[in-house]
């Protein structure tokens, strides 16, 4: 039954305009932008003008609604009728393209709309004739066109050829605006003439005012939003308009490349309805873009982009001034260079699918521009497929044949994959046609692995979809275009309807061919795929390992022999060896299950061949060797079978000996190439090695490969020979021993040892020994590649300058340095050679290095000033540290020989001279000066002093004061050359008095004239005569002046210093350093006094002291010379940003934790200097900054919060903090630019050059050429929805883009779509800041759309991070990418050397050039705590000594992360800079290096520069970190990537690679294992009763050599090995002593416990992810961390990975100390426990050593409350696991998922029913019978165990209606249960002991029962136990919880533990006089009001 309709309720009059009223308040401030301010005082809303913020998402992308309304809203303010025009047109718009409002927000939009015109229709005086519209918006524009002056400024813009001076800024803006509303009329008026009558629309078409609009309209594209080159200012009517000049246009790399993309005549004729672009000239783009269907900001985009990459090729191949002749001869080596490096892998590819490349077709250099060109696009519109390279080169050869065959033609026709849209567009065709259905059917694929959970088995990711393109066969079964009913596009099944693929558009084929799933690889989760990847090592390791034991055993009296008998025995190996080569041709059958079907039935063939060859051949020689022995036991002397065997074995050895010379040494596989056309060698190397697309001819050098094998065979023997001598031997006489022994009483019933010769017993020995064995290869490799890697970093002159001193003391030699490094050659078009020296005869070295030090002081003093805006050094600090101007010439004219140096090498060194004078006895002034020279900065300040102070006082002084002066000089000059003529000689004690004068003199020349400040200055004249001529003039200087008249008269006239020309700027600098030379350097201590300043400590910040040394030790280093600007390689820096923090607003940087601290006052306690520096800068004192930044007043003091903001976020992980390190390069290359083009008087002044250099005709801009060279685009992946969302971090990225010109912003933009399907649309943009606005407004510029290009879909497929990256790697530009990471930084000094870095790519580092360059990082997050310096010094030794021995001798250097430099242009199409593929590529870094590798690329480590990074600093930080990388890492073991290097490189690469890669992580956990091992066998020893008969037999115990192995395993287990990296890199970098310090200083740190602990998370999760899988994105915050970390969350991260295991490592110990037999005081025992006691006792406490205020009584109480109460927290649906025990504990073992996984985790939870097994037996109560029955009982003590602990354990819910009988029952069953334990006790022979024991038998009994009832949690469910099972896990929880807390609590019973911890913790702060105390007690005295 229908309810009745509702009547209408009427609405009074009043109610309905207050609604619209509210209605037009509301949209008006999201339409119109009203301005609001934050805590910062910065303005957001419509500051920031976003478009499409205001207007719904849906309709802005469809129409430019947004701009209708801004203008509607500024012409609104001055006239009303024209914006209620335009208001009705944006509803008249919105009605259209939506009509029944369906989309998000539209409705209240219209509704707003509506109020808005109502208002304006109101504001209107009488009625609105609709009728007259157009003539309204005619006139007025008429009017706003007169008001502007428009035609007075397009006459002046037509004259600007140059950049827009400042003055023009204001002009181009009005301009740009008028034509913006001239098109947004226009386009009203044109909207109106569709509705206006038939008489009317011809006149007013026709009319004046319409042409006028129309053309200025069409003016506006001459501003259309650009990335890095403008659009060309040209019309189709060949008339120059106004729009942004072009800096580049005079630019001939520019220019030729532009004229390169030209359409010439010889092409096809577009047909007539084509429409001819007006903003730019005709090129192939718009051929190809016409044919094909790209889209046209992907055509705009690849436009700029070849462009640049023809720019960049011929400016290094031509100087670009018309000088080298045939400048075409180089335009065409260009274009031919491009080309072939952009088509290279294509043209690789279609040779191995044995194809005809297309290129060999393009016979022009506009057919390869065009194909060049046409992969680009394809490329630039690909998306997620440019993760699939080999996917795109089919594409692109199906295209390029179709171009060829169009290029024929008369007209241009287009492609028969074009489909045009409804409208007859085709936009979106290549898209849709092309990329879609590839893009759909990858997605489906994502989809189904449900984020990574479902195996990898199951669904294709990237590289399968890339690899099914290696086949020949993807043609015939793809065709073109595509056949989308292939198995290739066939979905996967899903098995459940949440996880169901989409249907799709298109109508269902006939039949859909079978799925085509992995083609060449499957990644089978298995641990064993570190055998089948690496297996040559293993069968390398075992068969060693085989030969030695067999010859340790055939020994005589320990002493090693050989005879014919043992070596027959030691051929046992080869049996072994074919076994396991069978065993890995079955792993290949096996991990190739379920590709069967898809792959090659060549690949399964030679597969079947392998499997029956190896078959085959492990029969027959094992039947041979069998024989050989039999006939060896019969001793049958024909040995005929032998000699078969032997014959057999030798030719199967040396034919593979033979064929792995042939592939792996480099000559002769270089030479086997040149026959690999012979069926027979092809068929042998195929049946070897399966022949993959990558990896093919992927060989060194000889000389490198045998470099890196004389490494290996160095290890290798040392390896064996300790494992001979200490591992093996040892052993051998107690296993013969414990063999023959038959009188072992075994304590339990025993099944296997007993009868086999005591096998168990041999095992429990041997087994850890076998463990060291294979591990520790990894331990060898890192002594002595660290011993290597020390040796080569002292080669490249690593750590030279590691101090002040050093410093100084080699100061005069860093200009030469720079200059031969760092400037390009000087040729004889630079203008820097025209330097004039003063005199020819000076000495050519005192000439180089004068002219050196002009060319250096510029880039120190730009280093300096860096420093100082960093807030690095004061100001005092700044003058100290700047390099004056070295002048060829004086004031007065005369030559200036003297280089002049930084104050603070000269500073307080003439007072020093002068009190050496004083203290001179003797007349000897030659004497004296050499006294003074011996000190060499003294010398140079005493001469400088000298030379400076005689041209100063002849520029101020008049003729005959100027006599006087050089009267004065000479005589002095005359003393000095005679040193013995008392007559000649001036008084040196009285020097002083000389000085002083001097200095008051200087110190008033030094500053702006003044009448008084001239009368001083005289006034300090005549006090300097007085005393020169009555105390410090010799006789004869006085007797000249007492003999001349006329300076006679000038005293009594007084004019000697009446008239004084007062110094000009030049001048006053010189007096300025005069008097800085003069003066003591005097600073005020703390307490306030006054005392002399130490240089020698300049500067006093300790990161200002490393950089200062690492950049001038650098220009010592080997590097390649600088190119010029123009020559260098272009490049771009690439950073991926999601939703970190951009800058620290006010907020988070006042807001207090618990303690009362927040990030701004922790940041001061830490960075003290660098506070008081900052406050220095700014002018203000700190409590005037808090007082007025606290301002309620938006716009007061918003320029200093400002700069508050700024200070604090460079000190954090930021991305202001890396765009600004990365901006630094823009500047470098702008310096850079300046200083090759500087003419000789500018170098000499030492001042930057003018912006605009000549250079013969070329007018080139230093900041242009900077432009074309480098590019920074920051991919922040949700900018868009964060603008739209008015977030914080939106307003400061688009204040990085206005304070940073270069900076662009790439995003993903998600447009919600009104049509039916509702499915949101997706676009990839880039977008700029709009500098057209004025300069002085810079707050106000909007951010602009520069390039949108849609994309098929979400682009988040895979892993977030590089998704993000590729999506934007298109808006990149240059031939090099940097990767940089937003948690780096970078400074300017390290900036000026990266064109010297770029220059590594020409440079041989091997066979291939370098397509990756590695750079060294420094760490600089190590100086806030003691765990951020181990961690930092850990990463050092990684990042440079490590990766130093990588790259050579080894060449195994992948990419590790940021900030590498990669080869752009061969990365981008070979498939990126990183995989994305889920969870198997989460380390996504490292697979672009090991692609690199594969694909013949070369990776290279480079020191001499480096960038900064931060890493976490508190442990929960790390450990997250830790575990995400370990977690990688145990993905990395599944991938084709890694299986394929193990297969492919040499054996000494392979070995490399392994051990620096996925083997470190296999190593590490199996030294946590050979703990487990060891522990187990000695507790199997104990509890079995074999050590208590072994100790009857004192022959073994004794022995020594069983000791010596023992202790080799302590040795082992320690890791101490493990250090010696990080201490040679310390005595490297640091020195020895400073070495021995740091390293001594870490260990009392604790550093140990820390790396131990570290141990752990690396061994759990590395070893959980290879069972079970479930690796993720960990995020670790990167945040400071001073807060204190609730026991709670400590135990949820760290109770499965670390303490479980470590009570279960106590536990083994325990059983080892109560039942073993062995001596328990001997050295030996406490060898063996104690580093399992230590790694323990570290395992179960470092989270609370570590943990700030861990041992504070109060946060002690505050864990206990917190963490009982997330224990016993029932919860409900959707808890968090912070909040809950139950939830934290489901999450914890939701890994566990797989049958595969169940099984494991049951066969490993096995081991804890050994303790049961062995304790029972050893209780009193059994008086030692070995019945089974006993275990059996056991059992039963258990299950009573459980049901007691049921009836504790009733819930209150259950029992709630008799909750007092439950309790009493409860009562009286606890002391019937205690009563029966003391009778039993007492009347029995159980004793306490055994009470004991038997805990300590059934906890890990039930510890093990409980992990296999979760692994069967299905089946425990089922049954109803589960939450039986929760209840026992909780218990158990909360015994381990209170076991770990107990210690803690007592210790925060007295105070000094946690002063003592607090101390440990922040050492390295304290030792910085920082107030860590404070930080830590709180902040409450200082809180913001």
């Given at each position: 039954?229908?309810?009745?309709?509702?009547?209408?309720?009427?609405?009074?009059?009043?109610?309905?305009?207050?609604?619209?009223?509210?209605?037009?308040?509301?949209?008006?401030?999201?339409?119109?932008?009203?301005?609001?301010?934050?805590?910062?005082?910065?303005?957001?809303?419509?500051?920031?003008?976003?478009?499409?913020?205001?207007?719904p998402q849906s309709l802005a992308q469809q129409a430019d609604i947004d701009a209708v309304l801004q203008a509607s809203d500024e012409i609104g303010r001055h006239n009303s009728q024209v914006a209620c025009i335009l208001a009705e047109h944006a509803y008249r718009l919105t009605q259209q393209l939506d009509p029944r409002s369906e989309g998000r927000g539209v409705l209240q939009f219209k509704t707003g709309l509506q109020s808005i015109i109502k208002q304006r229709k109101a504001m209107q005086e009488g009625t609105h004739d609709r009728s007259q519209d157009i003539r309204i918006l005619q006139e007025y524009y008429k009017r706003y066109r007169a008001e502007n002056r428009i035609d007075q400024l397009e006459a002046q813009a037509q004259f600007s050829t140059d950049l827009v001076p400042d003055s023009h800024e204001q002009s181009f803006e009005r301009l740009r605006k008028v034509y913006e509303t001239a098109r947004i009329l226009d386009d009203v008026v044109n909207a109106l003439l569709k509705e206006a009558e038939p008489e009317d629309v011809s006149r007013l078409q026709n009319s004046d005012e319409k042409r006028v609009m129309e053309e200025d309209a069409q003016k506006l594209k001459g501003f259309k939003p650009y990335n890095i080159l403008p659009p060309q200012r040209f019309l189709a009517e060949t008339v120059e308009a106004p729009g942004i000049l072009?800096?580049?246009?005079?630019?001939?790399?520019?220019?030729?490349?532009?004229?390169?993309?030209?359409?010439?005549?010889?092409?096809?004729?577009?047909?007539?309805?084509?429409?001819?672009?007006?903003?730019?000239?005709?090129?192939?783009?718009?051929?190809?873009?016409?044919?094909?269907?790209?889209?046209?900001?992907?055509?705009?985009?690849?436009?700029?982009?070849?462009?640049?990459?023809?720019?960049?090729?011929?400016?290094?191949?031509?100087?670009?001034?018309?000088?080298?002749?045939?400048?075409?001869?180089?335009?065409?080596?260009?274009?031919?260079?491009?080309?072939?490096?952009?088509?290279?892998?294509?043209?690789?590819?279609?040779?191995?699918?044995?194809?005809?490349?297309?290129?060999?077709?393009?016979?022009?250099?506009?057919?390869?521009?065009?194909?060049?060109?046409?992969?680009?696009?394809?490329?630039?519109?690909?998306?997620?497929?440019?993760?699939?390279?080999?996917?795109?080169?089919?594409?692109?050869?199906?295209?390029?044949?179709?171009?060829?065959?169009?290029?024929?033609?008369?007209?241009?026709?287009?492609?028969?994959?074009?489909?045009?849209?409804?409208?007859?567009?085709?936009?979106?065709?290549?898209?849709?046609?092309?990329?879609?259905?590839?893009?759909?059917?990858?997605?489906?694929?994502?989809k189904a692995s449900q984020n990574g959970k479902v195996p990898h088995s199951h669904w294709r990711n990237y590289d399968d979809f890339n690899e099914y393109f290696w086949q020949p066969s993807c043609f015939l079964e793809l065709g073109w275009p595509w056949r989308t009913d292939s198995g290739f596009f066939r979905p996967p099944v899903m098995k459940d309807a949440k996880v169901a693929a989409p249907t799709q558009n298109a109508a269902q084929p006939r039949r859909i061919k079978h799925k085509v799933g992995k083609v060449h690889f499957v990644e089978h989760r298995s641990g064993f795929h570190l055998y089948h990847s690496f297996h040559r090592l293993w069968i390398f390791l075992v068969c060693m390992l085989q030969g030695l034991t067999i010859w340790a055993f055939c020994s005589e009296d320990g002493k090693l022999n050989l005879h014919v008998r043992t070596i027959k025995k030691i051929m046992s190996v080869g049996p072994t060896f074919v076994v396991m080569k069978f065993i890995q041709s079955i792993f290949d059958v096996v991990f190739m299950w379920g590709a069967f079907k898809s792959t090659r039935l060549t690949t399964v063939a030679r597969m079947l061949l392998r499997l029956l060859w190896f078959a085959s051949l492990s029969a027959a020689i094992l039947f041979l060797y069998v024989k050989t022995l039999q006939e060896d036991a019969r001793n049958d002397?024909?040995?005929?079978?032998?000699?078969?065997?032997?014959?057999?074995?030798?030719?199967?050895?040396?034919?593979?000996?033979?064929?792995?010379?042939?592939?792996?040494?480099?000559?002769?596989?270089?030479?086997?190439?040149?026959?690999?056309?012979?069926?027979?060698?092809?068929?042998?190397?195929?049946?070897?090695?399966?022949?993959?697309?990558?990896?093919?001819?992927?060989?060194?050098?000889?000389?490198?490969?045998?470099?890196?094998?004389?490494?290996?065979?160095?290890?290798?023997?040392?390896?064996?020979?300790?494992?001979?001598?200490?591992?093996?031997?040892?052993?051998?006489?107690?296993?013969?021993?414990?063999?023959?022994?038959?009188?072992?009483?075994?304590?339990?019933?025993?099944?296997?040892?007993?009868?086999?010769?005591?096998?168990?017993?041999?095992?429990?020995?041997?087994?850890?020994?076998?463990?060291?064995?294979?591990?520790?290869?990894?331990?060898?490799?890192?002594?002595?590649?660290?011993?290597?890697?020390?040796?080569?970093?002292?080669?490249?002159?690593?750590?030279?300058?590691?101090?002040?001193?050093?410093?100084?003391?080699?100061?005069?030699?860093?200009?030469?340095?720079?200059?031969?490094?760092?400037?390009?050659?000087?040729?004889?078009?630079?203008?820097?050679?025209?330097?004039?020296?003063?005199?020819?005869?000076?000495?050519?070295?005192?000439?180089?290095?004068?002219?050196?030090?002009?060319?250096?002081?510029?880039?120190?003093?730009?280093?300096?000033?860096?420093?100082?805006?960093?807030?690095?050094?004061?100001?005092?600090?700044?003058?100290?540290?700047?390099?004056?101007?070295?002048?060829?010439?004086?004031?007065?004219?005369?030559?200036?020989?003297?280089?002049?140096?930084?104050?603070?090498?000269?500073?307080?060194?003439?007072?020093?001279?002068?009190?050496?004078?004083?203290?001179?006895?003797?007349?000897?002034?030659?004497?004296?000066?050499?006294?003074?020279?011996?000190?060499?900065?003294?010398?140079?300040?005493?001469?400088?002093?000298?030379?400076?102070?005689?041209?100063?006082?002849?520029?101020?002084?008049?003729?005959?004061?100027?006599?006087?002066?050089?009267?004065?000089?000479?005589?002095?000059?005359?003393?000095?050359?005679?040193?013995?003529?008392?007559?000649?000689?001036?008084?040196?004690?009285?020097?002083?008095?000389?000085?002083?004068?001097?200095?008051?003199?200087?110190?008033?020349?030094?500053?702006?004239?003044?009448?008084?400040?001239?009368?001083?200055?005289?006034?300090?004249?005549?006090?300097?005569?007085?005393?020169?001529?009555?105390?410090?003039?010799?006789?004869?200087?006085?007797?000249?002046?007492?003999?001349?008249?006329?300076?006679?008269?000038?005293?009594?006239?007084?004019?000697?210093?009446?008239?004084?020309?007062?110094?000009?700027?030049?001048?006053?600098?010189?007096?300025?350093?005069?008097?800085?030379?003069?003066?003591?350097?005097?600073?005020?201590?703390?307490?306030?006094?006054?005392?002399?300043?130490?240089?020698?400590?300049?500067?006093?910040?300790?990161?200002?002291?490393?950089?200062?040394?690492?950049?001038?030790?650098?220009?010592?280093?080997?590097?390649?010379?600088?190119?010029?600007?123009?020559?260098?390689?272009?490049?771009?820096?690439?950073?991926?940003?999601?939703?970190?923090?951009?800058?620290?607003?006010?907020?988070?940087?006042?807001?207090?934790?618990?303690?009362?601290?927040?990030?701004?006052?922790?940041?001061?306690?830490?960075?003290?200097?660098?506070?008081?520096?900052?406050?220095?800068?700014?002018?203000?004192?700190?409590?005037?900054?808090?007082?007025?930044?606290?301002?309620?007043?938006?716009?007061?003091?918003?320029?200093?919060?400002?700069?508050?903001?700024?200070?604090?976020?460079?000190?954090?992980?930021?991305?202001?903090?890396?765009?600004?390190?990365?901006?630094?390069?823009?500047?470098?290359?702008?310096?850079?630019?300046?200083?090759?083009?500087?003419?000789?008087?500018?170098?000499?002044?030492?001042?930057?050059?003018?912006?605009?250099?000549?250079?013969?005709?070329?007018?080139?801009?230093?900041?242009?050429?900077?432009?074309?060279?480098?590019?920074?685009?920051?991919?922040?992946?949700?900018?868009?929805?964060?603008?739209?969302?008015?977030?914080?971090?939106?307003?400061?990225?688009?204040?990085?883009?206005?304070?940073?010109?270069?900076?662009?912003?790439?995003?993903?933009?998600?447009?919600?779509?009104?049509?039916?399907?509702?499915?949101?649309?997706?676009?990839?943009?880039?977008?700029?800041?709009?500098?057209?606005?004025?300069?002085?407004?810079?707050?106000n510029q909007r951010d602009q759309e520069v390039y949108s290009i849609k994309l098929p879909g979400d682009v988040k497929l895979g892993e977030g991070k590089p998704e993000n990256q590729n999506h934007a790697i298109i808006f990149t530009r240059g031939d090099c990418i940097q990767t940089i990471d937003m948690n780096q930084d970078n400074s300017m000094e390290e900036a000026f050397k990266m064109r010297n870095l770029l220059e590594e790519f020409k440079q041989p580092h091997g066979l291939h050039l370098p397509t990756i360059l590695g750079v060294r990082e420094h760490v600089f997050t190590g100086s806030v705590s003691s765990l951020a310096w181990f961690m930092s010094m850990q990463e050092s030794s990684f990042v440079t000594l490590g990766q130093r021995v990588l790259a050579r001798p080894l060449k195994v250097r992948m990419h590790y992360g940021h900030p590498d430099v990669f080869d752009r242009v061969f990365h981008i199409t070979r498939g990126g800079i990183s995989k994305a593929s889920r969870v198997i590529n989460l380390s996504e870094d490292i697979f672009a290096g090991f692609n690199t590798t594969l694909r013949l690329g070369n990776v290279t480590h480079h020191e001499y520069i480096q960038v900064g990074k931060g890493r976490d600093v508190g442990l929960n930080q790390i450990a997250l970190f830790e575990a995400k990388v370990a977690s990688g890492n145990?993905?990395?073991?599944?991938?084709?990537?890694?299986?394929?290097?193990?297969?492919?490189?040499?054996?000494?690469?392979?070995?490399?690679?392994?051990?620096?890669?996925?083997?470190?992580?296999?190593?590490?956990?199996?030294?946590?294992?050979?703990?487990?091992?060891?522990?187990?066998?000695?507790?199997?020893?104990?509890?079995?009763?074999?050590?208590?008969?072994?100790?009857?037999?004192?022959?073994?115990?004794?022995?020594?050599?069983?000791?010596?192995?023992?202790?080799?395993?302590?040795?082992?287990?320690?890791?101490?090995?493990?250090?010696?990296?990080?201490?040679?890199?310390?005595?490297?970098?640091?020195?020895?002593?400073?070495?021995?310090?740091?390293?001594?200083?870490?260990?009392?740190?604790?550093?140990?416990?820390?790396?131990?602990?570290?141990?752990?998370?690396?061994?759990?999760?590395?070893?959980?992810?290879?069972?079970?899988?479930?690796?993720?994105?960990?995020?670790?915050?990167?945040?400071?961390?001073?807060?204190?970390?609730?026991?709670?969350?400590?135990?949820?991260?760290?109770?499965?990975?670390?303490?479980?295991?470590?009570?279960?490592?106590?536990?083994?110990?325990?059983?080892?100390?109560?039942?073993?037999?062995?001596?328990?005081?001997?050295?030996?025992?406490?060898?063996?426990?104690?580093?399992?006691?230590?790694?323990?006792?570290?395992?179960?406490?470092?989270?609370?050593?570590?943990?700030?205020?861990?041992?504070?009584?109060?946060?002690?109480?505050?864990?206990?409350?917190?963490?009982?109460?997330?224990?016993?927290?029932?919860?409900?649906?959707?808890?968090?696991?912070?909040?809950?025990?139950?939830?934290?504990?489901?999450?914890?073992?939701?890994?566990?998922?797989?049958?595969?996984?169940?099984?494991?985790?049951?066969?490993?939870?096995?081991?804890?029913?050994?303790?049961?097994?062995?304790?029972?037996?050893?209780?009193?109560?059994?008086?030692?019978?070995?019945?089974?029955?006993?275990?059996?009982?056991?059992?039963?003590?258990?299950?009573?165990?459980?049901?007691?602990?049921?009836?504790?354990?009733?819930?209150?819910?259950?029992?709630?209606?008799?909750?007092?009988?439950?309790?009493?029952?409860?009562?009286?069953?606890?002391?019937?249960?205690?009563?029966?334990?003391?009778?039993?006790?007492?009347?029995?022979?159980?004793?306490?002991?055994?009470?004991?024991?038997?805990?300590?038998?059934?906890?890990?009994?039930?510890?093990?029962?409980?992990?296999?009832?979760?692994?069967?949690?299905?089946?425990?469910?089922?049954?109803?136990?589960?939450?039986?099972?929760?209840?026992?896990?909780?218990?158990?929880?909360?015994?381990?919880?209170?076991?770990?807390?107990?210690?803690?609590?007592?210790?925060?019973?007295?105070?000094?533990?946690?002063?003592?911890?607090?101390?440990?913790?922040?050492?390295?702060?304290?030792?910085?006089?920082?107030?860590?105390?404070?930080?830590?007690?709180?902040?409450?005295?200082?809180?913001?009001?």
């Open positions: 039954m229908e309810r009745p309709p509702r009547p209408p309720q009427r609405i009074s009059r009043r109610v309905l305009g207050n609604w619209e009223k509210l209605v037009n308040k509301a949209v008006r401030t999201e339409l119109l932008g009203r301005d609001r301010y934050n805590r910062d005082g910065r303005r957001v809303g419509s500051s920031y003008g976003q478009r499409g913020e205001r207007t072009n800096p580049f246009e005079h630019f001939p790399e520019v220019v030729g490349a532009t004229k390169a993309l030209r359409y010439t005549k010889n092409l096809p004729r577009f047909p007539s309805d084509f429409i001819v672009p007006q903003d730019h000239i005709l090129d192939i783009f718009d051929f190809l873009h016409y044919a094909f269907g790209f889209q046209k900001d992907n055509v705009a985009n690849q436009r700029e982009h070849i462009i640049l990459l023809l720019a960049s090729a011929q400016s290094r191949l031509c100087t670009l001034d018309g000088r080298d002749g045939d400048s075409e001869k180089w335009a065409d080596k260009a274009i031919t260079d491009v080309h072939d490096r952009i088509l290279q892998n294509y043209v690789r590819w279609c040779h191995f699918l044995r194809r005809e490349p297309q290129n060999k077709r393009a016979f022009t250099q506009q057919r390869r521009l065009c194909l060049t060109a046409l992969y680009l696009l394809v490329w630039g519109e690909a998306a997620n497929l440019r993760f699939m390279p080999e996917c795109l080169c089919y594409i692109f050869h199906h295209l390029a044949d179709e171009c060829f065959d169009l290029l024929e033609r008369t007209y241009v026709e287009r492609s028969k994959t074009v489909k045009q849209n409804e409208d007859g567009s085709i936009e979106f065709s290549f898209l849709e046609q092309i990329i879609t259905p590839v893009y759909n059917i990858v997605a489906k694929e994502a002397g024909s040995g005929s079978w032998f000699r078969i065997y032997y014959i057999l074995v030798s030719s199967y050895a040396g034919a593979n000996v033979l064929f792995i010379f042939i592939l792996r040494i480099p000559w002769l596989q270089r030479q086997a190439a040149k026959h690999s056309n012979v069926y027979f060698f092809q068929f042998v190397k195929w049946l070897h090695q399966e022949r993959y697309y990558v990896g093919r001819s992927m060989y060194e050098r000889t000389r490198n490969y045998v470099k890196y094998s004389l490494f290996w065979i160095f290890i290798l023997a040392c390896k064996f020979s300790f494992a001979m001598h200490f591992q093996i031997m040892p052993l051998v006489t107690p296993t013969r021993l414990i063999i023959g022994f038959d009188n072992i009483v075994y304590k339990w019933p025993d099944f296997v040892s007993d009868s086999n010769h005591n096998a168990l017993s041999i095992l429990s020995i041997w087994a850890p020994v076998l463990m060291i064995y294979f591990l520790d290869t990894q331990v060898w490799y890192t002594v002595v590649s660290a011993i290597l890697g020390g040796i080569e970093g002292a080669r490249d002159k690593l750590g030279e300058i590691r101090t002040l001193e050093m410093l100084r003391k080699r100061f005069p030699n860093y200009p030469a340095a720079f200059v031969k490094h760092m400037l390009p050659p000087i040729n004889r078009f630079s203008s820097a050679s025209s330097i004039q020296e003063p005199e020819p005869s000076t000495p050519k070295a005192k000439k180089t290095n004068k002219r050196d030090a002009i060319r250096f002081q510029p880039i120190w003093n730009r280093v300096i000033k860096s420093l100082r805006e960093e807030d690095l050094i004061n100001n005092r600090e700044k003058t100290l540290l700047k390099m004056p101007p070295n002048l060829m010439y004086h004031t007065n004219g005369t030559p200036n020989k003297l280089i002049h140096w930084p104050l603070f090498l000269l500073a307080n060194k003439v007072h020093i001279a002068v009190e050496l004078a004083a203290q001179h006895k003797t007349q000897d002034i030659l004497g004296l000066w050499s006294k003074v020279r011996e000190d060499e900065y003294m010398g140079h300040a005493v001469q400088e002093t000298y030379e400076t102070l005689e041209p100063l006082l002849h520029l101020v002084l008049n003729s005959e004061g100027r006599r006087w002066v050089s009267e004065i000089f000479n005589s002095l000059r005359k003393s000095l050359n005679n040193g013995g003529d008392e007559r000649d000689s001036f008084k040196m004690n009285k020097l002083r008095d000389v000085l002083v004068k001097l200095r008051d003199l200087t110190e008033h020349l030094g500053n702006e004239h003044s009448p008084e400040r001239q009368n001083k200055a005289s006034d300090a004249l005549k006090k300097l005569y007085e005393v020169v001529m009555h105390d410090f003039a010799s006789e004869n200087c006085r007797r000249i002046f007492t003999e001349s008249s006329e300076h006679q008269r000038a005293l009594v006239e007084e004019s000697l210093f009446s008239e004084l020309n007062w110094p000009n700027k030049s001048g006053q600098k010189q007096a300025r350093r005069l008097n800085n030379l003069l003066t003591v350097q005097k600073i005020k201590d703390q307490e306030g006094k006054t005392k002399t300043l130490n240089t020698e400590t300049v500067p006093h910040n300790l990161e200002a002291r490393r950089r200062l040394q690492f950049f001038t030790n650098s220009l010592f280093m080997h590097m390649p010379q600088a190119p010029p600007i123009r020559k260098m390689f272009s490049f771009c820096v690439f950073t991926p940003y999601y939703e970190e923090d951009v800058m620290y607003d006010m907020e988070k940087l006042y807001k207090e934790n618990e303690d009362g601290i927040s990030i701004l006052f922790y940041l001061q306690k830490i960075y003290p200097d660098e506070w008081q520096n900052f406050l220095e800068r700014i002018g203000l004192i700190e409590n005037i900054v808090f007082r007025e930044v606290g301002n309620p007043n938006p716009e007061k003091h918003k320029e200093l919060k400002l700069e508050l903001r700024l200070w604090a976020s460079y000190r954090g992980q930021t991305l202001a903090r890396t765009v600004r390190g990365m901006m630094y390069y823009k500047e470098a290359l702008v310096i850079q630019g300046q200083q090759e083009g500087a003419s000789g008087g500018d170098l000499e002044e030492g001042i930057p050059p003018s912006l605009v250099e000549a250079q013969g005709s070329i007018q080139r801009s230093a900041w242009a050429q900077a432009e074309l060279k480098f590019t920074y685009v920051v991919t922040c992946q949700i900018y868009g929805e964060q603008k739209r969302k008015g977030k914080v971090q939106a307003a400061d990225i688009l204040y990085l883009m206005q304070k940073h010109d270069s900076l662009r912003v790439a995003y993903i933009d998600v447009v919600e779509s009104s049509g039916k399907d509702k499915k949101p649309s997706y676009y990839s943009k880039l977008c700029k800041v709009d500098r057209s606005d004025p300069k002085g407004s810079g707050a145990g993905e990395q073991t599944l991938s084709r990537d890694v299986y394929r290097l193990g297969q492919l490189l040499d054996f000494p690469r392979m070995l490399s690679f392994f051990y620096t890669s996925v083997g470190f992580y296999v190593c590490t956990m199996m030294t946590v294992l050979t703990l487990y091992v060891f522990l187990y066998g000695k507790a199997y020893l104990a509890l079995s009763g074999v050590d208590a008969s072994l100790r009857r037999n004192s022959q073994i115990l004794q022995n020594p050599a069983l000791e010596s192995a023992l202790n080799t395993q302590f040795l082992f287990q320690i890791g101490i090995f493990t250090a010696v990296p990080m201490i040679v890199n310390l005595i490297l970098e640091q020195g020895i002593l400073k070495a021995i310090i740091s390293f001594c200083t870490m260990q009392l740190q604790l550093a140990s416990v820390f790396f131990t602990f570290s141990l752990g998370t690396r061994t759990h999760y590395f070893g959980r992810t290879i069972l079970h899988g479930g690796a993720k994105y960990r995020s670790t915050g990167r945040g400071f961390v001073v807060t204190h970390i609730h026991f709670a969350e400590n135990y949820r991260l760290y109770s499965r990975s670390h303490f479980t295991k470590a009570l279960e490592v106590i536990m083994l110990l325990i059983v080892y100390l109560a039942y073993g037999a062995q001596n328990r005081t001997s050295v030996t025992f406490i060898l063996l426990t104690f580093s399992s006691w230590f790694l323990a006792l570290s395992w179960l406490f470092a989270p609370y050593i570590f943990n700030p205020s861990g041992f504070e009584w109060q946060k002690t109480v505050e864990d206990f409350e917190d963490w009982t109460n997330w224990l016993f927290y029932k919860g409900g649906v959707a808890v968090k696991t912070d909040n809950s025990w139950e939830a934290w504990w489901v999450d914890e073992h939701d890994h566990i998922r797989t049958p595969r996984g169940r099984f494991l985790e049951i066969i490993l939870s096995l081991r804890f029913f050994l303790f049961q097994y062995g304790v029972v037996y050893s209780l009193s109560v059994t008086r030692g019978t070995n019945s089974i029955l006993v275990y059996a009982y056991s059992w039963f003590v258990l299950l009573g165990i459980v049901v007691i602990f049921k009836v504790f354990l009733v819930s209150q819910k259950s029992s709630a209606s008799f909750q007092l009988a439950v309790r009493l029952f409860q009562g009286l069953f606890f002391s019937c249960l205690l009563a029966g334990l003391i009778v039993a006790v007492v009347l029995s022979p159980l004793t306490i002991g055994d009470v004991f024991s038997v805990a300590l038998a059934l906890v890990p009994t039930g510890w093990g029962l409980l992990s296999i009832a979760i692994a069967l949690r299905p089946l425990m469910e089922k049954m109803r136990f589960w939450k039986s099972v929760r209840e026992i896990a909780r218990f158990y929880d909360a015994c381990m919880g209170m076991f770990i807390f107990i210690p803690i609590a007592l210790l925060s019973w007295f105070p000094f533990v946690s002063t003592f911890q607090t101390r440990l913790v922040f050492n390295q702060a304290f030792s910085r006089g920082l107030e860590i105390s404070l930080i830590l007690s709180g902040n409450r005295s200082n809180r913001k009001t």
